[in-house]
């Protein structure tokens, strides 16, 4: 059963109740044995001593640079990720994973933002930040391509189940992890792509997979995982199939269910989506190469976590006996809110060394020259000189206070942030749009303004040839998506934010 533990219920613990098509070449691609010999091969142990650590893990974090702040709950970023892996998870052996869709910035709308800039910047922060290991997703390739995706900055990549037509892997299929005398491997499971650029690629399925690998796995391993965007009924059927797999750690599935053990399955745990959670699996291990069991209430894993190093506190005997001849295991849904803020974390001056250069460019996009195909924006002034009723209706909704709404939200520099400024002004880092965000900028460009829903219209009703676009539900989706507006539906948001009258 997929185990993401609902937001309603993490919160009160913190807060009280209140691609491009182009010639491929392959490069030399990595020797698979000599992956499975990157570690010692000692006998396998049968010693029962114990061994405590955390599996850290994100997923899907789809280009997120920083905390959104159109949701209710505006969390995220690396900075704050990088604060509470330093903060909550002091003291633990902490291995950090990423399920993959990590790269590709808008994969929820039609407003996606596929700069490779974006994407090169994220491999590098995800590095900065310690991530042990990356499965490689469909999307990962369409921000960067195959190419640049094997040899870009980033944590190692891995996929066991991408093939060129050759018959060899483009990543290595398994990474053997070693940290204070823990090993764990593990094996990266990639769902196949369905852009038709990449279907080149050859992907075998996950059980054929794991049945060919397994045994190639050191025999020293203290635990083997199964890590990356995996489809929901595939893996759902292996559950049973292979014991030797502690966890499959998933991007988030398209049938979500309540979390619920399963006993004597291999249990299947979720990323939260787009970094605005981590995913902190608490193990206490005595069996190696074991499936993990949960039998332990929640209330004596917070406590062990309080006293962990009181070895006196009865809760250590509590769990001993719980785990005897077991692996037992806690997940917590950490949400990196406002209070993993801080100000002098390096990732911090790269994000913004980052915003500053693309609201640069896009103001070099805004002064380029209009055409007759790119006729660039009249402004709102404009418009109103013949439709004023619909000027007037529009004044009254949230879309004419989009501008205002970041300079009263709680999360700082939201003015100066790109991935903003984008939904909350009028052409921004289109041919006479809106680039940086300067004082003429803004008194002819901020807000949500007719042309943000309708299209450029300079040179409108003079050229016959400019015309407006109808709006309908793709348009908004843009700004709209199921990541910053879940609760949007076309019909009402239409009536309730624009100047249509019906």
């Known amino acids: 059963m997929r185990s993401l533990m609902p937001i309603s219920c993490i919160i009160p613990l913190f807060f009280g109740c209140t691609g491009d098509q182009q010639t491929l070449t392959f490069p030399t691609l990595p020797d698979i044995e000599s992956s499975t010999t990157s570690s010692t091969t000692a006998q396998f142990s049968t010693s029962t001593q114990t061994k405590e650590f955390v599996l850290s893990l994100v997923g899907e974090v789809r280009g997120e640079l920083e905390p959104c702040g159109c949701p209710t709950l505006p969390y995220g970023g690396f900075a704050r990720r990088t604060v509470a892996l330093q903060e909550v998870l002091d003291g633990h052996t902490v291995f950090q994973l990423d399920a993959g869709e990590t790269l590709l910035k808008g994969f929820f709308s039609n407003k996606g933002d596929t700069s490779i800039d974006r994407a090169l910047l994220i491999g590098e922060l995800s590095k900065d930040i310690g991530v042990d290991v990356w499965t490689v997703g469909p999307s990962d390739l369409i921000a960067v391509g195959m190419e640049t995706l094997q040899t870009m ?62 045994p190639d796995i050191p025999s020293d391993i203290d635990m083997i995982v199964a890590l990356g965007s995996m489809d929901d009924e595939e893996i ?38 787009q970094g ?87 103001q070099a996009i805004a002064e380029q020259p209009t055409t007759t195909t790119e006729p660039g924006f009249a402004a709102s002034g404009r418009c109103a000189q013949c439709h004023t009723a619909e000027m007037a209706k529009w004044s009254f909704t949230n879309h004419s206070r989009a501008w205002e709404s970041l300079l009263t939200h709680p999360v700082e520099g939201s003015t100066t942030n790109p991935d903003c400024i984008g939904c909350h002004t009028t052409g921004f880092g289109q041919v006479g749009g809106f680039g940086e965000p300067s004082t003429s900028n803004l008194r002819k460009f901020k807000a949500v303004q007719c042309e943000a829903c309708h299209g450029p219209l300079k040179g409108h009703p003079n050229d016959k040839s400019i015309q407006p676009t109808p709006i309908d539900k793709d348009t908004c989706l843009g700004c709209h998506d199921a990541a910053n507006s879940p609760d949007f539906d076309f019909d009402t948001y239409l009536r309730k934010a624009t100047c249509q009258s019906k």
Do not use: C
């Open 276 to 362: 605005r959670f981590i995913q902190n699996i608490y193990v206490r291990q005595t069996q190696p190469q074991k499936r993990l069991d949960n039998h332990v209430n929640e209330a004596d894993w917070r406590t062990w976590l309080m006293v962990k190093d009181d070895p006196t506190h009865s809760v250590h005997q509590t769990l001993a006996e719980k785990g005897q001849r077991k692996n037992l295991y806690f997940t917590e849904l950490i949400p990196l809110s406002a209070t993993f803020d801080r100000t002098d974390t390096a990732s911090q001056e790269k994000i913004a060394s980052f915003a500053q250069s693309t609201i640069q460019k896009s």
């Open 153 to 214: 900055t980033g944590p190692p990549r891995i996929s066991a189940t991408w093939y060129n037509n050759e018959g060899q892997r483009y990543f290595e299929p398994f990474k053997v992890i070693s940290k204070d005398n823990i090993q764990i491997a593990v094996i990266g499971l990639s769902t196949h792509p369905t852009d038709p650029r990449y279907q080149f690629i050859e992907t075998k399925s996950a059980k054929e997979t794991l049945a060919a690998l397994l």
């Open 236 to 273: 759902s059927d292996l559950q049973y199939t292979f014991p030797s797999i502690a966890l499959f750690l998933s991007t988030e599935g398209a049938n979500y269910e309540d979390p619920q053990h399963k006993p004597n399955a291999t249990q299947i745990i979720e990323a939260p989506k």
